[in-house]
């Protein structure tokens, strides 16, 4: 007897999980190995004892029987009476549970059966991916595709579905991927860790959903939150699954249902789901955003995540004004670059902090009014000292751990800090009490929730890519990666040496 | 009987959550606020019917006596004798399910009592999340997030 246990989390409530599974005769709207299935004598699919007939799409046939089912356990048992593969014995059973911390669902799909000895490995092997894995991957769509008119959530499940290894049967084979699904190279990661787990691999495309376009990259952004996704510090990537929220390339192919694009479109992005660390990708194009020919697909993708960004924190978390002073902590990074220019466009008075005298030369460049080489100088000290004991009106900070402490201190009597990542490390818990002693308001900004429509987001695109047509900010050229280096541009972004934007190339 | 239910998922594999719970006498370790804990009388902490006696940081003293412990299930129930709550008949169980997608773990954490029917919503909140979910957001940091 071997035991097969299977388990994932569905990114939606375990009423619509529960909705789908509990219909016995539904694995043939959403299981990719199976072609037609209905219940025999015209029973109804919630009667225990009923026997579903189904046929795969390799013209296998196979009859199961519902052992049990409860919508209190949301459990469901069955066994296989008759099948072309010799599962004998097969039970099984799925079971949801809620995860309440994020309307989450828990699904274990686990099976007992006897298996020839000498063909144990490879049943194993097709129960575990081509039917509980490719299963997973098919009812997680399925709900993105229901829920594709709702905002992005916070949460995406998978862009790209990697096949299962191919078996060695046809069977299998017809389980595993439909016939047209084609390859693409794109970088893995398998789990949560370091740069190294940032791998080249071919993965499977299927064509564009009816709703999606598929896009050939050309340049991909590289981004500090493709960082937090590697690692696991934000969820948006599940392993395995591809990072990447930023790129720019070339609309490929349309679903049935995609108006307002065309096959050779030029356009970028910088949006979840994760997935642009690839060559070619699916996706739905509701935040693609057109290029003119005046910008480059080199700087949309080095820099459309940052100037959207850059907007939104300097016009709508906080409204810069003439005569603010305003400190900006990693000045020459790639979003502090943006934010010196503008912010100096914007009539403030600009305080940059850097780590180096290099970095301080560019930044003055960039026309900051005055640069603290952190390493060097307190930059609280040096802020009061500027302002003559008033602080800063603003303080963006991204650096988080290293900073959070002194740029509270930095601040004026009702000055407001805005927090929007943490470079250095989380910043922990603090004491909101103390904020009082002036009067502070603390922002912490999800990108999403300024830019998860086409309305939030086109003022800012067109904001930005207006500021850079009319030079009030300038993008250095980004430094190139090769996509097979991913795993280096993730090395040197977290070392902190890095000067403005990286790029990879495809 | 009053029932509150919370669940989270941990990014961890279980084996190396549960080493963390499975210590009757481990709340400070892990539980945020929890300032301190003693098994009494000398019992081991993984002996079923011994009895934790720990300080909240907020001051408020409990005692609670482990009635099940399996290394199998990865479970933990216990009963609460005393505390600052008032709630009677009080069940908890703490169990780690294994989700092999990721090689992460499930946590639930499930608890029965009885009350006082206007304090009800009070403590189902209290309980649910100021104490579960507050302990289980402070294990999924303690894995990096």
């Given at each position: 007897?071997?035991?097969v246990?299977?388990?994932t989390i569905i990114?939606?409530?375990?009423?619509?999980?529960?909705?789908i599974?509990r219909d016995?005769?539904?694995h043939d709207?959403?299981?990719?190995a199976?072609?037609f299935?209905e219940?025999e004598g015209g029973?109804?699919?919630d009667?225990?004892?009923?026997v579903?007939?189904?046929?795969?799409?390799d013209?296998g046939?196979?009859?199961?029987?519902?052992l049990a089912?409860s919508?209190?356990?949301r459990?469901?048992s069955?066994?296989?009476?008759e099948?072309?593969?010799?599962l004998?014995?097969y039970?099984?059973t799925l079971?949801?549970?809620p995860v309440t911390?994020?309307?989450?669902t828990?699904?274990?799909w686990?099976?007992e059966?006897?298996p020839?000895a000498?063909?144990r490995d490879?049943?194993v092997r097709?129960?575990?991916?081509g039917?509980?894995?490719a299963?997973?991957?098919a009812?997680?769509?399925?709900?993105r595709r229901e829920n594709?008119?709702?905002p992005v959530?916070t949460?995406?499940?998978r862009a790209?579905v990697?096949?299962a290894p191919?078996?060695?049967?046809?069977?299998?084979a017809?389980?595993?991927a439909?016939g047209?699904?084609?390859?693409?190279r794109?970088?893995?990661?398998?789990?949560?860790?370091?740069?190294e787990e940032?791998q080249l691999k071919?993965?499977?495309?299927?064509p564009p959903?009816p709703?999606e376009v598929?896009i050939?990259?050309?340049v991909?952004?590289v981004?500090?939150?493709?960082v937090?996704?590697?690692?696991?510090?934000?969820?948006l990537?599940k392993?395995?699954?591809v990072?990447?929220m930023e790129?720019?390339?070339?609309?490929?192919?349309l679903?049935s249902?995609v108006?307002?694009f065309?096959?050779?479109d030029?356009?970028a992005?910088a949006?979840?789901?994760v997935?642009?660390?690839?060559e070619?990708?699916n996706?739905?194009p509701?935040l693609?955003?057109?290029?003119?020919?005046?910008?480059?697909?080199?700087?949309?993708?080095?820099?459309?995540?940052?100037?959207?960004?850059?907007s939104?924190?300097?016009?709508?978390?906080?409204?810069?004004?003439p005569g603010?002073?305003?400190?900006?902590?990693?000045?020459?990074?790639?979003?502090?670059?943006?934010?010196?220019?503008?912010?100096r466009?914007?009539?403030?008075t600009?305080i940059a902090t850097v780590s180096?005298?290099d970095?301080?030369?560019?930044v003055?460049?960039?026309?900051?009014?005055h640069v603290?080489?952190y390493?060097?100088?307190?930059f609280?000290?040096?802020?009061?000292?500027?302002?003559?004991?008033k602080?800063?009106?603003?303080?963006?900070?991204?650096?988080g751990?290293?900073?959070f402490?002194?740029?509270?201190?930095?601040?004026?009597v009702?000055?407001h800090l805005?927090s929007?990542g943490?470079?250095?490390g989380?910043?922990g818990?603090?004491?909101?009490g103390?904020f009082?002693?002036k009067s502070l308001?603390?922002s912490r900004?999800?990108?999403?929730h300024?830019?998860?429509t086409p309305?939030k987001?086109a003022?800012?695109?067109?904001?930005f890519?207006?500021a850079?047509?009319q030079g009030?900010?300038k993008?250095?050229a980004?430094?190139?990666?090769?996509?097979?280096?991913?795993?280096?541009?993730?090395r040197?972004l977290?070392?902190?040496?890095t000067?403005?934007?990286l790029?990879?190339k495809? | 009987?009053t029932k509150?239910?919370?669940?989270?998922v941990?990014?961890?594999?279980a084996?190396d959550?549960?080493?963390i719970v499975?210590?009757?006498?481990?709340l400070?370790?892990?539980?945020p606020?929890v300032a301190?804990?003693?098994i009494?009388?000398?019992?081991?902490a993984d002996?079923?019917g011994?009895?934790r006696n720990?300080?909240?940081k907020?001051?408020?003293?409990i005692?609670?006596?482990l009635?099940a412990?399996?290394d199998?299930?990865?479970?933990?129930s216990y009963a609460?004798?005393e505390s600052?709550?008032a709630?009677?008949n009080?069940?908890?169980?703490?169990?780690?399910t294994?989700?092999?997608d990721?090689?992460?773990?499930?946590?639930?954490?499930q608890?029965?009592?009885?009350?006082?029917?206007e304090r009800?919503?009070?403590l189902?909140?209290?309980?649910?999340n100021?104490v579960?979910q507050?302990a289980l957001?402070?294990l999924?940091h303690?894995?990096?997030r």
């Amino acid at each position: 007897m071997v035991k097969v246990c299977q388990s994932t989390i569905i990114e939606a409530p375990i009423d619509a999980v529960w909705a789908i599974l509990r219909d016995f005769n539904s694995h043939d709207r959403w299981h990719p190995a199976i072609a037609f299935s209905e219940i025999e004598g015209g029973e109804p699919v919630d009667a225990v004892g009923a026997v579903r007939h189904f046929r795969l799409n390799d013209g296998g046939e196979l009859r199961e029987q519902l052992l049990a089912l409860s919508d209190k356990d949301r459990r469901l048992s069955y066994c296989l009476l008759e099948a072309p593969l010799p599962l004998m014995d097969y039970v099984a059973t799925l079971r949801l549970k809620p995860v309440t911390d994020g309307d989450a669902t828990f699904w274990e799909w686990r099976s007992e059966f006897q298996p020839p000895a000498h063909r144990r490995d490879e049943l194993v092997r097709l129960v575990t991916e081509g039917i509980y894995q490719a299963g997973f991957a098919a009812v997680r769509n399925l709900l993105r595709r229901e829920n594709v008119r709702l905002p992005v959530e916070t949460r995406m499940p998978r862009a790209i579905v990697e096949p299962a290894p191919p078996l060695d049967m046809p069977l299998a084979a017809s389980m595993v991927a439909p016939g047209q699904t084609a390859m693409t190279r794109a970088i893995i990661v398998e789990r949560y860790g370091g740069p190294e787990e940032l791998q080249l691999k071919e993965i499977g495309l299927p064509p564009p959903a009816p709703n999606e376009v598929r896009i050939r990259h050309t340049v991909i952004g590289v981004n500090f939150i493709d960082v937090y996704c590697r690692t696991g510090f934000f969820d948006l990537l599940k392993p395995p699954g591809v990072p990447g929220m930023e790129a720019a390339g070339i609309i490929e192919a349309l679903g049935s249902a995609v108006s307002g694009f065309s096959v050779g479109d030029r356009v970028a992005y910088a949006c979840p789901p994760v997935g642009a660390y690839s060559e070619r990708r699916n996706m739905a194009p509701e935040l693609l955003v057109h290029l003119s020919d005046d910008i480059s697909d080199e700087i949309a993708a080095a820099s459309l995540l940052k100037g959207v960004s850059a907007s939104f924190l300097l016009h709508d978390v906080h409204a810069v004004k003439p005569g603010d002073t305003i400190l900006i902590h990693a000045a020459a990074g790639g979003i502090g670059q943006l934010l010196v220019q503008w912010a100096r466009h914007l009539g403030a008075t600009v305080i940059a902090t850097v780590s180096s005298d290099d970095k301080a030369r560019i930044v003055e460049r960039l026309g900051a009014h005055h640069v603290i080489v952190y390493s060097r100088e307190d930059f609280t000290e040096a802020v009061m000292l500027l302002t003559g004991g008033k602080g800063a009106n603003v303080v963006y900070d991204a650096v988080g751990n290293d900073t959070f402490g002194g740029s509270l201190a930095a601040l004026a009597v009702r000055g407001h800090l805005v927090s929007f990542g943490q470079a250095s490390g989380p910043i922990g818990n603090w004491d909101i009490g103390r904020f009082a002693s002036k009067s502070l308001t603390i922002s912490r900004p999800n990108y999403a929730h300024y830019t998860d429509t086409p309305d939030k987001l086109a003022p800012h695109v067109n904001r930005f890519f207006g500021a850079l047509r009319q030079g009030i900010i300038k993008v250095e050229a980004p430094r190139h990666y090769d996509l097979a280096m991913a795993s280096q541009a993730h090395r040197d972004l977290e070392s902190r040496r890095t000067i403005g934007a990286l790029v990879l190339k495809v | 009987m009053t029932k509150v239910y919370v669940s989270s998922v941990i990014p961890a594999p279980a084996a190396d959550v549960w080493k963390i719970v499975r210590n009757f006498n481990a709340l400070p370790s892990w539980a945020p606020f929890v300032a301190d804990s003693r098994i009494e009388q000398n019992a081991q902490a993984d002996q079923i019917g011994c009895i934790r006696n720990f300080t909240l940081k907020d001051g408020g003293r409990i005692r609670e006596r482990l009635l099940a412990l399996s290394d199998y299930d990865l479970s933990c129930s216990y009963a609460i004798l005393e505390s600052p709550m008032a709630v009677e008949n009080y069940v908890a169980t703490l169990s780690l399910t294994p989700i092999t997608d990721g090689n992460q773990t499930l946590a639930e954490w499930q608890a029965e009592f009885d009350c006082a029917a206007e304090r009800e919503a009070a403590l189902m909140h209290q309980i649910g999340n100021g104490v579960f979910q507050t302990a289980l957001t402070a294990l999924k940091h303690r894995f990096g997030r």
